[in-house]
């Protein structure tokens, strides 16, 4: 069933055992982030937590959709994996051939529930609007400064409605709020969003732009504004499938938008597309490492209007596991087939891993019936919506588990072969990848374990078979590197990870060349090296930070051993402009400050919320150089 708005949501929450509720001050600033980002890298993402003392009169709710288990209640389903049956039964309907007039009359009770979820416009006043400030001020809500070189206090889970001044379409998406004063913040909407294109076409047009943002109400409207939608679909009829209930939508007071009638909360403005353009961040993002500072429209704020009784929603974002990955998690299992049954038929499963952000790696399996096929689907995936952002992506045959990681590493490693597996590309990148070149653009890895059919077989690299243990000896005469891990000896993995200590006269050609001149390391497929200081036991983190921190054609570099064996070797350490002549800014990893993390620490007792949990910080303090956003 639908959810009437956060509280209702909450009650759901608070009788499933998913809830806590912290009914002791604890501070926006900061402070809150940090009790998240404890619970909600806890076994399963924790609990949802309700902040009812923030220093103002509405409570926080953060992580609601924190585990497989809430972001399913979120859309009212006991599973996300039963959206798949769903629509892949409605797509087949659709699309089959209706031989007769009672083929199509059957059609029509199908037509009707489609019908039903459309969006509908009410002359209604909305329970959005019970309360109006006509003088808005943004103090009044608990809005979080999240981490501490944060450029200050950010809306992190706000609904912004645009609408398109030539189509009339309306568009629903998620884009972070700088506050700057307290009717003007920011609004960073990325060029490839249609927020940005949006905003273009007022600006050609010379015209202010309205702007709404909507907060609560039922939680699938959250999740739809991060919905990776095609262009010109309204992300409300996502909804209303989703609720299986229209979602009906009342005028806004200042602008002539449209908003959910049962929001808890609605930011009315605009942005003067004519306005110079504003500082905005650095921010903690998504992909652990902060966002940099850059230039963004103002939002500029005419009304805010609630509910009595509302709520206010929240994220955090940072080093996985959070609450994205879950919404992420949703997103695959929900779009999964759409892709499949409108463009990539073989497509059987997709697996996007935590560790990966979203769009740093992707695995999927195929039906594979003809040569060339991964590469095909490569090639297709790359050019899908938001897939375009992917970075690595791995193709495997159907009778791979893809959620099974450890059986899925083995199938990797056992068809690798490194002159041969591996298919780069260039395309665009998200705008957050700190590690390309340039911005927003670089090169991507395709790598194709399917087994080969007769015409894509080669003359496959061999690992030097004698060599059942790798030797510690192997390591003396290269003092770079600081310590090793072998997983072919824990994991029966034939990849070693590497940490070293990179001083001025690192360079990583002299490390390739002291490993190539080592047989013993032909004993491995792949070498991955991370900088000092990472728990390289730690697969997660080190999948984390290898597909952040790489730039495939740049990083990736084939060592051909005497032995007539290849080992793919993988640079995943922090790039610098003394070592590597990387003339970007490299951004900190986001953790939080040690002043906060005592503050927790000496408070935890008095919050209700379990046993001790220590900072997730701690582990990643030793990645962090100096105490900005900017890594010096």
Not at 147 to 168: K, N, Q, S, Y
Not at 196 to 215: D, I, T
Not at 421 to 444: I, W
Not at 497 to 525: C, G, H, M, P, T
Request: proline share 5%; charged share 25%; hydrophobic share 40%.
């Amino acid at each position: 069933m639908p959810y009437s708005g956060l509280n209702d949501f909450i009650r759901t929450l608070e009788k499933e055992g998913e809830l806590i509720r912290i009914r002791e001050f604890v501070d926006p600033v900061l402070e809150i982030t940090e009790i998240t980002d404890r619970i909600s890298k806890s076994k399963d993402g924790g609990k949802a937590l309700l902040f009812e003392n923030t220093g103002t009169k509405f409570p926080v709710l953060i992580n609601s959709m924190g585990s497989e288990k809430r972001i399913a209640m979120a859309l009212s389903q006991s599973d996300i994996s039963n959206f798949e049956k769903e629509i892949e039964s409605i797509f087949k309907k659709i699309s089959s051939p209706k031989d007769n007039l009672w083929d199509k009359i059957r059609m029509l009770p199908m037509l009707k529930e489609v019908s039903s979820w459309m969006p509908k416009r009410t002359s209604k006043k909305g329970k959005c609007q019970e309360v109006i400030q006509h003088n808005p001020d943004l103090s009044k809500l608990p809005i979080l400064h999240c981490w501490p070189a944060d450029g200050g206090r950010f809306v992190t889970l706000p609904g912004v409605h645009t609408i398109d001044p030539e189509t009339g379409i309306p568009n629903v998406g998620m884009y972070r709020m700088q506050v700057f004063e307290n009717d003007k913040t920011g609004m960073h909407w990325h060029k490839h969003k249609t927020g940005a294109n949006h905003f273009e076409k007022y600006k050609k047009l010379g015209k202010r732009m309205p702007v709404n943002v909507a907060l609560g109400g039922d939680p699938v409207y959250t999740y739809a504004a991060t919905a990776p939608m095609p262009e010109n679909m309204d992300e409300y009829m996502l909804a209303g499938f989703l609720r299986k209930k229209q979602v009906r939508l009342v005028k806004c007071l200042t602008n002539e938008l449209y908003v959910p009638e049962d929001a808890d909360i609605i930011i009315e403005g605009y942005v003067d597309s004519g306005e110079d353009l504003i500082w905005e961040g650095p921010f903690g993002d998504h992909t652990g490492f902060y966002s940099l500072a850059d230039y963004y429209p103002a939002f500029h704020v005419t009304c805010i209007t609630h509910r009595k009784d509302a709520v206010y929603p929240a994220t955090i974002v940072g080093i996985p596991p959070m609450e994205d990955a879950y919404i992420g998690k949703a997103t695959e299992r929900i779009f999964l087939t759409p892709i499949r049954l409108t463009m990539i038929q073989e497509l059987l499963d997709m697996e996007l891993p935590f560790a990966g952000v979203a769009h740093n790696l992707s695995v999927v399996k195929i039906e594979k019936s003809y040569a060339g096929q991964a590469v095909k689907v490569m090639n297709s995936l790359w050019g899908a919506g938001q897939m375009m952002f992917n970075k690595i992506l791995i193709v495997v045959d159907k009778e791979v588990d893809i959620h099974n990681y450890r059986e899925l590493l083995k199938i990797i490693f056992d068809r690798l072969d490194p002159n041969n597996s591996l298919m780069f590309s260039k395309g665009p990148l998200d705008v957050l990848d700190h590690s390309s070149s340039r911005f927003a653009f670089g090169s991507k890895l395709g790598i194709d374990v399917t087994m080969p059919f007769d015409e894509e077989i080669y003359l496959k690299t061999e690992n030097l078979q004698e060599i059942y243990s790798f030797p510690e000896s192997a390591l003396k005469n290269i003092p770079e590197i600081e310590n090793f891990y072998d997983l072919k000896e824990n994991w029966g993995i034939p990849v070693c990870i590497l940490s070293v200590k990179k001083d001025k006269q690192f360079r990583i050609e002299k490390l390739a060349y002291s490993i190539k001149e080592n047989i013993s390391f032909s004993y491995f497929k792949t070498i991955v090296i991370v900088d000092s200081g990472v728990d390289i036991k730690d697969l997660f983190t080190v999948v984390w930070l290898a597909t952040g921190n790489l730039e495939p054609q740049r990083d990736i570099s084939i060592i051909n051993f005497k032995n007539n064996s290849s080992t793919i070797l993988v640079d995943a350490t922090i790039k610098t402009n003394a070592n590597d002549n990387f003339k970007r800014d490299w951004p900190n990893v986001v953790v939080s400050s040690k002043d906060t993390i005592n503050q927790i620490d000496q408070k935890w007792e008095t919050l209700g919320l379990g046993d001790f949990i220590s900072s997730p910080s701690l582990k990643y303090l030793p990645l962090v150089k100096n105490e900005g956003a900017i890594r010096k």
